[in-house]
């Protein structure tokens, strides 16, 4: 079988790809894929926890929310950005600087 | 070594890979798309890891939802935005990102040093779950426990995830209204 400390590498190298991505892009969209990769980490690591728990199912569970979560998070984030474009004419966070009036 | 260590793997190349490729690209269209295969590997770790209802979820809403409104952000966000990335980054890591690259970095080796500390496999719980065989076993079907499971222990966070997804829906469609002229 596999043991858990594999799990926990493989989504600790995502986590910190993810983590890289937040850091050095220049594009809300590349921020926001780095943030989704930075979720499945985490629900990787609760997938693989939640093999120990057959009858009440908390890790699988948890990881359903949190897939739910980031779908809703996606879509109000994109939702953001559509504006932030149509207001600034780039998606850029460093040029983001103004307010609105 | 067992043919599921070697899916294993396989698999978590596959998704580390791909990750790696989506973090360095320059083309932003082919990193979503690599994002895609990203996604799809991790739902075959979920496969792997006995959790085949969430390995189905994942693909239902982040392959079919999120990705498409991924990309479809991307084609209503016009030309410019391909233009900034283009200008960035001539070679494969341009000066201004080495902080962002040694900080993750070392933050993996910190991670890295925790998990070798923690040994998960030898957790007081986990021994006592294995002891009471209340690990899931490779041909156990658990859809139909899921499905008991969310509607009796976890009922209060369903209906609250359900209402947060209401109210999404509702932000993300005031959101992205025309602004009527006045």
Known sequence: MISLTDFLVVSAALFCIGLYMIISKHNAIQILIGIELMLNAAILNLVAFGKFDRFNNGGQMFALFAIVLAAATTAVALAIILNVYKQYKTIDPGKVDRLKD | ?182
Not at chain 2, 59 to 83: D, P, R
Not at chain 2, 132 to 154: F, H, R, S, W
Request: aromatic share 12%; net charge positive.
């Open chain 2, 1 to 182: 070594m067992s043919l599921v260590q070697i899916m294993f793997y396989v698999m978590s190349f596959v998704m580390l890979a791909s990750a790696l490729f989506v973090a360095f690209t320059k083309n932003l269209v082919r990193s979503i798309f690599m994002f895609f295969i990203t996604l799809f590997a991790l739902a075959g770790l979920y496969v792997l890891a006995l959790a085949d209802f969430v390995a189905i979820t994942q693909i239902v809403i982040y392959v079919g939802g999120i990705l498409v409104l991924i990309l479809f952000a991307f084609m209503l966000s016009g030309k410019e935005t391909l233009n900034t990335i283009m200008q960035q980054r001539k070679q494969f890591i341009s000066l201004k990102n080495v902080p962002a690259f040694l900080f993750s970095a070392l933050f993996l080796i910190v991670l890295i040093n925790m998990i070798a500390k923690v040994d998960a496999n030898n957790l007081y719980w986990i021994k006592k779950s294995v002891a009471m065989k209340n690990n899931i076993q490779p041909d156990a079907a658990m859809t139909e426990n899921i499905g008991v499971n969310l509607m009796t222990n976890y009922l209060l966070p369903f209906e609250a995830v359900s209402i947060l997804l209401m109210i999404a829906l509702i932000g993300a469609a005031h959101l992205s209204r025309k602004e009527d002229s006045q």
